[in-house]
């Protein structure tokens, strides 16, 4: 049985020591001593005090004394880590292409692209990124990185505080260290089914997909597939992304010729476009990639001072930084569109003089039609831009090359 692997990149964000850190960020003198926020029970303790074994869920007088006198106890205040919660994922937000929040101090994002964007590597972005939080939001995170929100997220156990941890691929030995409890929504009723059968994460992905959907059916089976690298899982999505994107591989057909190339381009921009029309947005950064034969990427960007959403406005700049970024040396597996500084289209008071709001609806409705007969009978079999409307831009290519 074949899936189709994920070519997207996840991250897990989870705050170290939460609450102790927002009460260390609201009285810094606080940074060097013993904490424990309480109630009954310990519920956060910064990492000077976990070093003494004392851990959330520890009852206070335990804790009192191993710690003898040398700590600071300090009442929950939940309000205020709401509002350093919201201060977090507002950050995440605006600085990831999605973000589905997991619980108060944790989250996962999705950063397809916006390393290459940015023209680092994956560990300097990912590195930037918590360098950034902690001068933004003023606490300090652990980032896991992955290829699905589940394989992020079983690796957050590993080490803490400050840490990353980047793992694109299956782990193979590595799962064997990992108890099947750390796997989230894996509850003691499935752990009972599977007692026999699995020690370990590396277990569970070398079970057999058939069985675990005879026996256990969709959780587990959505588990499997996202531990096993393919991207199912939705935890919970936010109203909008700040970024989308579209590209299509040819590995089989690597080459440099021109008409092909942009061929290909177009393609993917429909189709980027359909979705962008449909959702409403407006976009104020295009950016098109080229992928050469040793996957080295190579990607231009074009930022307007005004948003924008006309699909021949965006489609000329895409040609524009075709025409001029075409290189007829550079050999090329994949291209790729990516619109990006995404917001929603305000409605605004209709007008005899403004047509916008017009062509919003117009084609937010024709889109959803078109994407509606697709999703029933064949994808993007039907489209509304028409040959005739390509050969037009396709012909305008041609004569300025």
Same mark, same amino acid.
């Given at each position: 049985?074949?899936? /189709? ?7 897990? #964000? ?10 260390? $960020? ?10 424990? #926020?309480? !109630? ?5 303790? *910064? ?7 004392? &851990? ?8 009192? +004394? ?5 700590? #600071? ?19 995440? !937000? /605006? ?10 101090? +944790? ?16 560990? +300097? @972005?990912?590195?930037? %990124?918590? *360098? ?31 840490? #990353? ?9 590595? @799962? ?18 599977? /007692?026999?059968?699995?020690? *370990?994460?590396?277990? $569970? ?21 996202? %531990? ?33 190339? @942009? ?8 189709? =980027?476009? !359909? ?21 080295? &990427? ?32 550079? $050999? ?23 047509? !916008? ?8 409705? =024709? ?35």
């Amino acid at each position: 049985m074949r899936f /189709k692997t994920s070519k997207k990149i996840f991250i897990h #964000v989870d705050c170290d020591s939460f609450f102790a850190e927002c009460e260390i $960020f609201r009285n810094p003198s606080l940074k060097n001593k013993y904490i424990l #926020v309480w !109630e009954e029970i310990v519920l956060a303790c *910064n990492y000077k005090t976990k070093a003494l074994w004392i &851990t959330t869920w520890t009852p206070v007088w335990q804790a009192e +004394e191993k710690l003898k006198g040398k700590w #600071v106890f300090l009442k929950s205040d939940h309000n205020f880590y709401s509002l350093v919660s919201s201060k977090l994922m507002n950050y995440l !937000e /605006k600085n990831t292409l999605s973000i589905e929040p997991f619980s108060i101090d +944790e989250a996962f994002c999705e950063i397809t692209w916006l390393a290459e964007l940015n023209k680092l590597s994956l560990e +300097e @972005y990912i590195l930037k %990124l918590q *360098n950034d939080i902690i001068k933004n939001v003023w606490v300090p995170v652990s980032i896991w990185v992955s290829t699905t929100k589940i394989k992020a997220k079983i690796f957050s156990k590993l080490n803490k505080p400050r840490w #990353v941890f980047i793992d694109l691929w299956n782990s193979g030995e590595l @799962y064997k260290d990992l108890e099947l409890s750390i796997v989230p929504f894996i509850g003691k009723s499935m752990q009972e089914k599977l /007692k026999y059968r699995c020690n *370990n994460v590396y277990d $569970f992905i070398a079970l057999w997909y058939p069985y675990l959907k005879k026996k256990i059916w969709k959780t587990a089976t959505d588990l499997w597939l996202e %531990l096993s690298g393919v991207n199912v899982y939705t935890i919970r999505k936010t109203n909008y992304s700040k970024s989308m994107s579209r590209w299509r591989s040819f590995n089989k057909n690597i080459t440099n010729n021109k008409q092909y190339l @942009y061929s290909q381009l177009l393609l993917n921009f429909n189709y =980027l476009y !359909e979705e962008f029309s449909i959702k409403k947005y407006t976009l104020k950064k295009v950016s098109i990639y080229f992928r050469d034969k040793q996957k080295k &990427t190579y990607i231009y960007n074009f930022v307007l001072t005004e948003k924008i959403f006309i699909r021949k406005d965006i489609l000329k700049i895409v040609q524009n930084l075709f025409i001029q970024n075409y290189d007829i040396n550079m $050999f090329c597996r994949s291209t790729g569109v990516i619109f990006s500084n995404l917001e929603k289209i305000k409605q605004e008071q209709l007008s005899i003089f403004n047509k !916008e709001n017009m062509v919003v609806d117009i084609n937010h409705d =024709l889109l959803s039609i078109i994407n509606a007969i697709n999703n029933k009978y064949d994808s993007h079999k039907l489209s509304f831009w028409t040959d005739l409307l390509w050969k037009r831009f396709d012909t305008k290519l041609w004569i300025m090359k």
